[in-house]
């Protein structure tokens, strides 16, 4: 699982986008969401390991960033 956790300054619709390494949007997800900080918890069992590009939108402010799925498999 995914959970980012954001804050916005007016309550409406938010965007999260994960594009993968060659630029191909992997996840998107909608949401309504209040004023102030909130959370969204995504899966993240279809994708693979690697590194991912995140894309938050809220109205007409962007924000981006990197993230890295590591899959840690335990004796």
Known sequence: KLTVTFAVTEAGSITLELIDNV???VVVHNSDVNAGFNSITIS???L????????????????A???L????IGN
Do not use: C
Not at 50 to 58: A, C, R, V
Not at 69 to 72: A, E, T, V
């Open 65 to 67: 960033g990197t993230l």
């Open 69 to 72: 799925i590591n899959r840690y």
């Open 23 to 25: 630029g191909k949007t």
């Open 44 to 46: 993240t069992v279809q």
């Open 48 to 63: 693979t390991q690697g590194f991912y590009y995140w894309k938050l939108t809220s109205g007409s402010a962007t924000k």
